[in-house]
């Protein structure tokens, strides 16, 4: 079994930074990828960030150049942190972290971002 502890998230103004970090512990695999995901009122939940092993990232257009995410793999944790620059009011949704390995994904519970004036 695999424990994500997310945190970050609230309420920022448009073209504002926010930064959302996600951990986690238990059975870890070596092989993993770890990311976020959002899902907006009435919208289906989408990707916005991973990052697999060597380094590689995989984000969705639609905040290329914005976020950025990066990944610390720990000796008995991995934390993946998502930096999310000049916040548009569609970012407004809540994120889920998401770790996947051999045996199956695992998500967290979400953390609400809203970005208003």
């Known amino acids: 079994q695999v424990h994500l502890v997310e945190s970050g998230g609230g309420l920022v103004q448009p073209g504002g930074s926010l930064r959302l970090s996600c951990t986690a512990s238990?059975?870890?695999?070596?092989?993993?990828?770890m990311g976020w995901y959002r899902q907006a009122p009435g919208k289906q939940r989408e990707l916005v960030a991973n990052a697999a092993n060597w380094g590689s990232t995989n984000y969705a257009n639609s905040v290329k150049g914005r976020f950025t995410i990066s990944k610390d793999n720990g000796k008995n944790t991995i934390t993946v942190t998502l930096q999310m620059n000049s916040l548009k009011p569609e970012d407004t949704a809540v994120y889920y972290c998401k770790y996947t390995q051999e045996d199956g994904d695992y998500w967290g519970k979400g953390t609400l971002v809203t970005v208003s004036s």
């Open positions: 238990g059975n870890i695999f070596s092989i993993n990828t």
